[in-house]
Nanobody
Framework: QVQLVESGGGLVQAGGSLRLSCAAS????????MGWFRQAPGKEREFVAA????????SYADSVKGRFSISRDNANDTVYLQMNRLKPEDTAVYYC?????????????????WGQGTQVTVSS
């Protein structure tokens, strides 16, 4: 089992940036892929980005492509989500998740461990 703790959320104006971090423990971090999801009020949890164990390949939802960047530091058991040019519609609770495999995971069902989430609010 993997334990995940997100940080870095907050309130930002539209056009601004935030960097989310997710610290992992419990399993060898470099053995599994990681992902970020988000859930806005009244909506389903949706995929944002994913990264394989080695740092590549990566994948992004169309809605964040070109604005968000996922990366990982295997030496420090941490995955990041750099969010630039934020929009009000990016407002949500952001969750990091650990994939059940070393390769990149894209389906929610392939992620076996989840963090508690961090709130991101983008004001217009």
């Amino acid at each position: 089992q993997v334990q995940l703790v997100e940080s870095g959320g907050g309130l930002v104006q539209a056009g601004g940036s935030l960097r989310l971090s997710c610290a992992a423990s419990g399993r060898t971090f470099s053995s599994y892929g990681m992902g970020w999801f988000r859930q806005a009020p009244g909506k389903e949890r949706e995929f944002v980005a994913a990264i394989a164990w080695s740092g590549g390949p990566v994948s992004y939802a169309d809605s964040v492509k070109g604005r968000f960047s996922i990366s990982r530091d295997n030496a420090n058991d941490t995955v990041y989500l750099q969010m630039n040019r934020l929009k009000p519609e990016d407002t949500a609770v952001y969750y990091c998740a650990a994939c059940n495999y070393g390769s990149i995971c894209l389906r929610r069902a392939d992620f076996g461990s989840w963090g508690q989430g961090t709130q991101v609010t983008v004001s217009s």
